[in-house]
């Protein structure tokens, strides 16, 4: 069964500083690995994405994941995090045998402190 | 439209009432899923539509949830009989294609409260 672990229910920095926001999967198959974002009372946002290729993949407001194949890990980084970056974020995964459903991690909340 | 737009925002129902929860995804989206969100939780899959076929349902918790897309755009997630332990926020998401690499675009859910 595929499953996406966020081992951090929070993380704190401060503003300027980089972050890092941990994921680690589980699946059967190729991984095709998301990150989402969540501001208060709305629906998830689409961040990036790793499907193949390149394993530093880079997407929207300057964040980037690494993807390690052997550690089974999709990291998402930044290297300056700004007070506006605090929100909720998801890691999720899906395969190409798991069907068409995204799993998704239980999510790790960010602060950024000024 | 410019985004998935979902319909009541908010939603209080005795426990027992039937409750219809309303996707409307964006226009051309082949893919539409649904999803339950637990407070504190990260949204759990209940099902998925392509066009009008639902193919894929493993996720309804009991045969009180119901989801139909009869023209493969506009999609209804009703609930009967609600209990307690329905109290979530439901999401709906589309994309483009069905593709396992395609993004999901989120509307801003429904929150459900069951009193």
Redesign the interface.
């Known amino acids: 069964a595929q499953s996406?672990a966020q081992p951090e229910d929070q993380v704190n920095v401060a503003e300027g500083n980089p972050l890092t926001v941990k994921c680690t999967y589980s699946v059967s198959g190729n991984p095709?690995l998301?990150w989402?974002v969540q501001y208060p009372?709305?629906?998830?946002?689409?961040l990036l994405?790793y499907?193949t290729g390149d394993n530093l993949v880079k997407g929207s407001y300057g964040f980037e994941a690494e993807f390690n194949k052997s550690q089974t890990s999709f990291h998402l980084k930044k290297p300056s995090a700004l007070v506006s970056d605090s929100a909720l974020y998801?890691c999720a995964v899906?395969?190409?045998t798991g069907?068409?459903?995204?799993?998704?991690?239980?999510?790790t909340r960010l602060f950024v402190k000024a | 439209g410019a985004g998935v737009s979902q319909s009541p925002r908010y939603k209080v129902a005795k426990r027992g009432q039937d409750v219809a929860l309303r996707c409307d995804p964006i226009s051309g989206h082949v893919s539409l899923f649904w999803y339950q969100q637990a407070l504190g939780q990260g949204p759990e899959f209940l099902t998925y539509f392509q066009n009008e076929a639902q193919l894929d349902k493993s996720g309804l918790p009991s045969d009180r949830f119901f989801a139909e897309r009869p023209e493969g755009s506009v999609s209804t997630l009703k609930i009967q009989r609600t209990q307690q332990e329905d109290s979530a926020v439901y999401l709906c998401a589309s994309s483009l294609e069905g593709g396992v690499n395609s993004p999901l675009h989120f509307g801003n859910g429904t929150r459900l409260t069951v009193t």
């Open positions: 996406v095709y998301f989402y009372n709305r629906g998830l946002q689409f994405k499907i998801f899906r395969t190409n069907g068409f459903k995204t799993i998704f991690g239980a999510g």
